[in-house]
């Protein structure tokens, strides 16, 4: 059981940057794949990226150009979602989930079907 608690949404003007968290605990969280995903009402939710419980690699959407950046910090078990150049196309709810893996090698999934826990989500709303 791991237990997810996303934070830092909030409303910014276009071109700005904001940094998400994910705070993951639990008896399997220190083994667990951790992700972003985001969804926007009528729409499915869309993997952004991933890091493995090890930390090392993050791996990201073919979508995302750079300009978010996913990192991990295994002491805390939290992950977190940096994003510059905000647009309002950004605009949605964020959400961090998790995903218990044998191995870190494993490539985390992109399909959210695939995730086991998640958090409530936070707001990021990109607007003038």
């Known amino acids: 059981q791991v237990h997810v608690v996303e934070s830092g949404g909030d409303s910014v003007q276009p071109g700005g940057s904001l940094r998400l968290s994910c705070g993951a605990s639990?008896?399997?969280?220190?083994?667990?794949?951790l992700a972003w995903f985001r969804q926007t009402p009528g729409k499915e939710r869309e993997f952004l990226c991933a890091v493995q419980w090890n930390g090392i690699k993050a791996y990201y959407a073919d979508s995302l150009k750079g300009r978010f950046t996913c990192s991990r910090l295994n002491a805390r078990n939290t992950v977190y979602l940096q994003m510059n150049s905000l647009k309002p196309e950004d605009t949605a709810v964020y959400y961090c989930a998790a995903k218990w893996t044998q191995w870190p090698t494993e490539t985390p999934p992109h399909d959210a079907n695939a995730y086991s826990y998640w958090g409530q989500g936070t707001q990021v709303t990109v607007s003038a």
């Open positions: 639990g008896r399997t969280a220190s083994s667990s794949a």
